[in-house]
């Protein structure tokens, strides 16, 4: 029986695999989220219409933007790109390889859908979910971690919509922004609590961000918004 066990603890996942396995997961869920974010800039910058070098330079400004506010407020200095440059790259990339993907019509599939949306959503929930592990991992406690975990998801989208001139989603009248970042990081930390798997865990937080946020525009969901007009007072739809 002692020796079934030892081979078993042998033959077994070891700590340190699994942390190397996590480290994977985080590393690629970041650069996959770098590449949404540029990308949603890069069609955003083509709504502008700006140069092709100014496309690429606000990709990658919106692409680190929110894992840069991110690692400011946990004290991790010098921020992530500083160290893995390759964060840069694939914004750079991402963001330029976007034009000639739009002009020879192979994004067309996306063409009658708001991309800049879809692909902000993406960036959104991936940036969320980890903002909060690594806020979490850092030695945050839960509801820090949400904060974090939201500031790093929105972060990008609201550098994005200053610089290109409009009200950034977050604070402009319509569907669900800020507050389905909140709920996804919030079950991200729930499911932290389980026995699932860090990345399985991850994967349904993710997945929930980017599918309710889809959602709220398709269908028009919202939170109420409270205005003040001649001194009264009434609930308006607005995005939260």
């Not at 996306?110 to 959503?121: K, S």
């Not at 903002?131 to 974090?148: E, F």
Request: cysteine-free; charged content about 10%; overall charge negative.
């Amino acid at each position: 029986m002692n020796t079934v066990a030892v081979l078993i603890a042998q033959n077994g996942p070891s700590q340190e695999s699994i942390e190397k396995a996590l480290g994977v997961v985080q590393t690629v869920v970041q650069y996959a989220g770098t590449a949404a974010f540029a990308i949603s800039a890069a069609l955003l910058a083509g709504r502008r219409r700006m140069n092709v070098v100014g496309v690429v330079v606000f990709g990658v400004l919106v692409a680190v933007g929110g894992g840069t506010m991110r690692d400011v407020l946990l004290g991790e200095l010098p921020v992530y790109w500083v160290s893995e440059p390759l964060a840069l790259l694939v914004a750079a990339v991402a963001a330029g390889l976007t034009i000639p993907l739009f002009e020879t019509g192979a994004m067309s599939l996306l063409q009658r859908y708001d991309m800049v949306r879809i692909f902000d959503a993406a960036g959104m929930a991936l940036f969320t979910v980890l903002g909060t592990n690594i806020a979490l991992d850092s030695g945050a406690g839960a509801v820090s971690a949400v904060v974090v975990g939201v500031i790093s998801g929105v972060g990008g989208g609201i550098i994005r919509d200053t610089i290109a001139g409009k009200i950034p989603d977050v604070l402009s009248p319509g569907h669900l922004y800020a507050s389905v970042a909140i709920a996804g990081s919030a079950l991200d930390v729930a499911l932290l609590e389980t026995p699932l798997h860090h990345s399985i865990a991850a994967s349904i937080a993710i997945g929930f961000i980017f599918v309710v946020r889809l959602l709220s525009i398709h269908y028009g969901w919202y939170l109420p918004r409270f205005t003040v007009d001649h001194g009264e007072h009434r609930s308006d739809p607005g995005e939260s």
